[in-house]
């Protein structure tokens, strides 16, 4: 790849171009924009076929620049054509070309506290991870994938029922006023990162794949991710939201994937402690408390959760 050109130090670029492709992007964008950057054009990726009709449909980001008047192209070497002094990436998910990095500098606000977490999943490899903390940062680009050197960072806990969902929203939401900060105060000389590096690979369906037989923490985070399943009755079985609970009387025995009832809440043993279900899904129909589910389920002794 060729040498990424480094933003001036120092200098508050006011005339940018912004890359970007999902949800999760477009409050940076509009962030910029209501803070009175001049954006002549966002690149994003092409349209895809989404929804129950299988129509063309633009990326989030592209809809939501349109909706603000700026003009908007699949194609990276367009930036080079609009006099911008800065490109802002955010979640973009294509390489940059290496004529566009070489003339025209760039900054990448990622969702994690770097160098842990490089890559396409860091909220989703946190929560997976046990992490109790995570962050967003703003670097330079460098050759590699989120490997540039940090000119603003923030750290944000994660708790432990914190989803997924939430974290983004949290992560984004204190992402889009650091970028926008960041920038007007002048891009300063950044600092390389220091630490062990991790790597968040894209999820696979292992990821969310419940095992029965691991500790009921280890699931609880998949649940956290969403999209957790199991199967029940040959079907897929899915589990939106549950809560760990001290083995008592009742759940005493379970063994893993067995169903029982803790007062009057729907359980399921594990490799290592009881899970109490709240939310879930069984195939073919919509999400439901748990304990509706039971009713009509009807699970008995023989019924595992597999």
Same mark, same amino acid.
């Given at each position: 790849m060729t040498e990424p050109l480094v933003p001036a130090a120092n200098i508050t670029p006011r005339r940018l171009v912004y890359m970007g492709t999902p949800q999760m992007a477009v409050p940076p964008l509009r962030a910029l924009h209501a803070a009175g950057f001049d954006i002549p054009l966002v690149v994003s990726r092409a349209d895809k076929r989404r929804g129950r009709g299988s129509e063309m449909q633009p990326s989030p980001v592209k809809a939501a620049a349109l909706e603000l008047g700026i003009p908007v192209t699949t194609d990276v070497v367009d930036a080079l054509d609009v006099d911008a002094e800065l490109a802002v990436v955010v979640a973009f998910g294509e390489w940059l070309k290496p004529?566009?990095?070489?003339?025209?500098?760039?900054i990448n606000l990622h969702f994690s506290l770097l160098p842990r977490w490089r890559g396409a999943a860091p909220v989703e490899r946190a929560i997976l991870a046990?992490?109790?903390?995570?962050g967003v940062c703003i670097i330079a680009i460098a050759e590699e994938f989120d490997t540039g050197d940090i000119y603003a960072q923030q750290a944000v806990p994660i708790l432990p029922t914190t989803t997924a969902d939430e974290l983004s929203r949290q992560l984004v939401e204190i992402g889009s006023q650091l970028l926008v900060d960041t920038i007007e105060a002048g891009l300063e000389v950044p600092t390389p990162q220091v630490g062990e590096a991790t790597y968040a690979g894209k999820l696979s369906a292992d990821d969310f794949r419940l095992d029965p037989t691991r500790p009921a923490v280890e699931l609880l985070r998949q649940i956290r991710i969403g999209r957790a399943w199991a199967e029940f009755r040959g079907g897929r079985f899915r589990i939106w939201d549950a809560e760990a609970i001290d /083995? &008592?009387?009742?759940?005493? %025995?379970?063994? =893993?994937?067995?169903?029982?009832?803790?007062? @009057?809440?729907? /359980? &399921?043993?594990?490799?290592? %402690?009881?899970? =109490?279900?709240?939310?879930?899904?069984?195939? @073919?129909?919509?999400r439901m408390a748990a304990d509706a589910w039971r009713n009509g389920a009807q699970p008995t002794s023989d019924d595992r959760l597999t």
């Open positions: 004529e566009v990095v070489s003339q025209l500098p760039m046990g992490d109790t903390e995570t /083995v &008592v009387d009742g759940a005493a %025995g379970l063994g =893993a994937g067995e169903f029982g009832i803790v007062d @009057g809440r729907t /359980v &399921v043993g594990t490799g290592d %402690g009881t899970l =109490a279900l709240i939310e879930v899904q069984p195939e @073919g129909k919509a």
